[in-house]
């Protein structure tokens, strides 16, 4: 009964900390860092623009 | 044929503008390094948005940071031919880059800082199902303060091991520590952890 009921915590605990961290970021962040690389680099090559 | 002169003159110019007067070896090098840098923002964007947000806690700030992070590979795309082992690489400058914003927006321990006998709210909003409820949303509230309460040395390492695509090894290299440092401090970091939501289970 105490095992079960250790065991139950220990499933909780595991559940939470994996929430802890499953996080997703808005959907299209690669297209974002792409597009914000490609405007870096032209800036760098050509700075006036 | 002088027709077909203004086509390579046409074709000249235009290769020239791609190329911004690099020579055909250059540009194909500037290539590799691009298709480099998309293959790592491709494979591992998700990675550093979860470090950047174990770290940040915050959606906004995170993506902030994942940006930060690949314009810093941008800046360092010389030294990429000769990294070993880009995620890890990639990780490392997550990592620091996250930290770094903490410690320049002093938001590292806002949690921790709130009262730690304070009772947790019940945070349930209206779309989550109400059979997992309160249960649940408590102790990831309070997993959340306590985590933050951990001293760095616990809860670095945790908190970057509960990132699903991180191996113990990679969590090591990250920061900068062996693998059997980050083994024993994960495990002193969950016995902590257990102890003090017992502790409140207990309480109530």
Request: one cysteine or more; proline letters at 4%.
């Amino acid at each position: 009964m105490a095992d079960n009921h250790h065991q139950q915590a220990d499933c909780e605990f595991d559940d939470a900390l994996a929430k802890y961290a499953r996080v997703e970021p808005r959907a299209g962040l690669e297209e974002r860092i792409l597009a914000n690389l490609r405007a870096e680099q032209a800036r760098v090559t050509n700075p006036a623009g | 044929m002088i027709e077909g002169t203004r086509v390579v003159a046409g074709e000249a110019i235009l290769s020239s503008a791609a190329t911004t007067d690099r020579r055909p070896g250059e540009r194909s090098h500037r290539e590799r390094t691009e298709e480099a840098i998309e293959a790592l923002v491709r494979h591992h964007s998700r990675l550093v948005y979860r470090i950047a947000y174990a770290v940040l806690r915050r959606h906004q700030e995170a993506e902030d940071a994942t940006q930060e992070t690949f314009l810093r590979v941008l800046r360092y795309s010389s030294k990429l031919a000769a990294v070993e082992d880009p995620k890890t690489w990639l990780a490392r400058i997550a990592w620091r880059v996250a930290v770094d914003r903490a410690k320049r927006h002093g938001r590292k321990r806002e949690i921790a800082l709130e009262d730690p006998e304070r009772p947790f709210e019940e945070i349930a909003s209206p779309e989550t199902p109400a059979d997992e409820t309160v249960h649940g949303v408590q102790t990831g509230a309070a997993l959340e303060r306590l985590i933050a309460a951990l001293p760095d040395k616990l809860r670095q390492p945790l908190i970057l091991s509960t990132i699903e695509e991180m191996l113990p090894r990679e969590v090591a290299a990250t920061l900068g520590i062996n693998e059997a440092a980050v083994r024993s401090r994960v495990f002193r970091a969950r016995q902590i952890l257990k102890e003090k939501l017992a502790q409140r289970v207990t309480r109530k």
